[in-house]
């Protein structure tokens, strides 16, 4: 519980000497030291008890996710990954590639994110796995990422392997919340291992982590922040004795770990001199100093991965779907960036509707005459206003406020340029810094109760509230997570104007098409998704998907006319994309069958325009020439 103190007393110790500036002292506030409560069940302040119970919660709200299947971007870093199925065997190539560079192969392509993406060590251990689920053997990698997706004993075996996945990471989540369970008595709340144990299970039940869980590809920001979390503990564990350097040498490891999940690391050259500064005391000169061996770690990490990432595609700063501000003038992108903000703190209060997908054109460009701006800067200027003010003072909520806006800023484009609007699982790192501040405040305030029995009752009856309304929306929200399908029927409803939530629902209706027993069902899924993938052109003209996969449904139609004239037009925007003279062949071949000559010889002549050397293109326009002289009167 804070206290106000004007006394001095020793350094690194529970009370702090008062902060003087100018000869005139001000307030600190500090904890005091933890005195149990009677009241309270002692096994309930042990951190094994703890422990248990938050890994108890984090199973059984995601325990329903075992069964799901694959979504959203598990297709680029498991599905479609030739280096995951390799096994080990794919390792190296994970280590020294970017993340996506399997995927964009398959699609002639090079980098198409800002700064693109190194985060290997979530995509070892989705190699790990498929070693033990049957790794596949080189030679036969290409044929099973060539068909996975497709019905059949492959796509069986895939979802079964998926199952497993599932497992796997709802246990490394429940290994992280008793983490940062550790983490927070051991540092934020040294203390008070109660208020410890309310803000992890603020953390652990909030539904906005439901994307992180329950989609396998988002293992990274699990991974990400355990090892963050591991890296301030040896670190702390390391000013307190100095002569065990193997502290020294695991808060480095773990650092560097969590440099390989992923870039959010860069915080901890902030996070880490602040941490120090408010919770062992030190003098800024000496938090900066305690904070030097990481930042060698950080330069390393930083040559090695302009060692590995490929310089972008000069088509990505134009792509709308990789960069949702090309179409935006400055003044638009700062304002749209600034409002965006709020969402994730809109969404860190109250987490609903929830969707997997910000893309454009879900969130409308906006200016500096919407009101929306100015609320979003008004309400970020006081949280910064509320860090300087808590941190003058040492205080707990610096560090909170501290956690979210370091967090914040390496996602919200406003610095560095993501490659997307936004996203829930990039709020996951900040959430860590909401959990505290709100355990803080509803700890502190219910303490103010009198008589004490109240406070200890709001407290309970808060907490069980929260978990109750928490629960139930994290397991409701985890069953659209099951596969893309579900994910996407659902989400089109928040967001109605997604290029990629539109194309998804019109893919995910091609492909029941597949499946369904009757003629008119499978016609009617087909012309569902040509008005979905439409749709998605419609909101962006420039998509090159929409128009191959809406070409893909006309063929299945067997509309050749409209599946020729979307394939040329995914050629126009994209020559380069694979197999799209084969395409424009089989287009050939639906003409010749349905005896429309000509069309065929334009399809086919169109094809050869395509990939001069496709061969089957040229043989069936000699077969077809001379068929067609056969067939004149002589």
């Known amino acids: 519980m804070a206290k106000k103190i004007n006394n001095p007393v020793q350094a690194n110790r529970p009370l702090q000497r008062p902060v003087t500036s100018n000869k005139m002292k001000e307030e600190v506030y500090v904890e005091q030291p933890f005195v149990p409560d009677p009241n309270i069940p002692a096994w309930l302040y042990s951190f094994k008890n703890q422990a248990i119970i938050i890994a108890m919660l984090a199973i059984g709200l995601y325990c329903n996710t075992f069964n799901h299947e694959y979504a959203l971007d598990d297709t680029i870093l498991i599905v479609k990954n030739e ?123 909030h539904p906005l982590h439901t994307e992180v869980v329950a989609n396998v590809k988002s293992r990274d920001e699990i991974m990400s922040l355990m090892f963050i979390c591991l890296t301030f503990i ?51 000169s000496k938090s900066l100093m305690a904070t030097l061996p990481y930042l060698i770690v950080m330069v390393l990490y930083l040559i090695m991965r302009l060692q590995i990432i490929g310089p972008k595609s000069a088509d990505a700063e134009t792509d709308i779907l990789n960069n949702p501000y090309a179409l935006a003038n400055e ?23 929830l969707s997997a997908d910000y893309s454009y054109n879900t969130i409308p460009y906006k200016d500096f005459t919407d009101v929306i701006v100015w609320v979003s800067l008004a309400v970020h200027l006081a949280l910064i206003r509320a860090f300087f003010y808590y941190f003058k003072r040492r205080h707990v909520l610096s560090f909170a406020i501290g956690i979210y806006f370091v967090f ?7 610095i560095f340029n993501i490659g997307g609007t936004m996203g829930e699982r990039l709020c996951y790192h900040s959430s860590l810094g909401f959990a505290i501040a709100v355990a803080w405040l509803l700890y502190t305030g219910t303490q103010k109760l009198k008589p004490e ?13 929260l978990i109750g309304l928490c629960g139930f929306k994290t397991i409701d929200r985890n069953q659209y997570w099951k596969n893309d399908k579900t994910l996407f029927f659902e989400d089109i409803k928040v967001c109605p104007n997604s290029v990629l939530v539109n194309a998804d629902v019109a893919s995910s209706y091609v492909n029941m098409s597949d499946a369904e027993k009757t003629e008119p069902e499978r016609v009617n899924d087909l012309h569902q998704g040509i008005k979905y993938f439409s ?23 067997k509309k050749p006319d409209s599946a020729y004239g979307n394939i040329v037009k995914v050629w126009e925007l994209y020559p380069k994309y694979p197999k799209v003279a084969e395409l424009m062949y089989n287009i050939g071949v639906n003409f010749y069958v349905d005896k429309k000559y000509p069309e065929a010889l334009k399809a086919w002549n169109t094809a050869l325009k395509m990939d001069p050397n496709y061969v089957q293109a040229s043989n069936a326009i000699g077969v077809l020439n001379n068929q067609m002289r056969a067939a004149q009167p002589q």
């Open 83 to 205: 280096y995951t199925y390799e096994g080990f065997a794919g390792i190296p190539s994970i280590l020294t590639k970017d993340a996506f560079d399997s995927y964009y192969r398959q699609f002639n392509s090079s980098n198409q994110l800002s700064g693109g993406r190194y985060r290997p060590l979530s995509i070892v251990t989705f190699a790990i796995e498929q070693q033990f689920m049957g790794a596949i053997p080189q030679n036969k990698v290409d044929s099973v990422v060539t068909h996975a997706g497709e019905l059949g004993k492959q796509e069986d075996t895939l979802n079964k392997n998926m199952h497993i996945r599932h497992v796997f990471n709802v246990m490394w989540y429940a290994l992280s919340v008793i983490v940062i369970l550790y983490f927070l008595r051991f540092i934020v709340f040294r203390n008070n291992p109660l208020l410890a144990l309310i803000a992890a299970l603020i953390f652990t039940m």
């Open 234 to 284: 040896f670190a702390f564990k390391y000013e307190e004795q100095k002569e065990k350097k193997g502290y020294l040498v695991a808060g480095l490891l773990f650092f560097f770990l969590s440099f390989l999940s992923k870039e959010y690391a860069v915080g901890l050259m902030f996070l880490m001199p602040l941490s120090f500064y408010l919770f062992k005391r030190y003098p800024i």
């Open 331 to 353: 003044a638009q992108q700062l304002a749209t960036k600034i409002s965006t903000t709020l969402n994730y703190l809109k969404l860190l209060i109250f987490p609903h509707p």
């Open 408 to 414: 914040i800023l390496l996602i919200c484009n406003i």
């Open 453 to 465: 029995a109240t406070g200890r009752l709001a407290l309970a009856g808060c907490m069980v509230l």
């Open 535 to 557: 749709k998605a052109i419609e909101i962006n003209p420039a998509f090159v998907s929409g128009y191959l996969n809406r070409g893909m449904a006309y063929f299945k139609l």
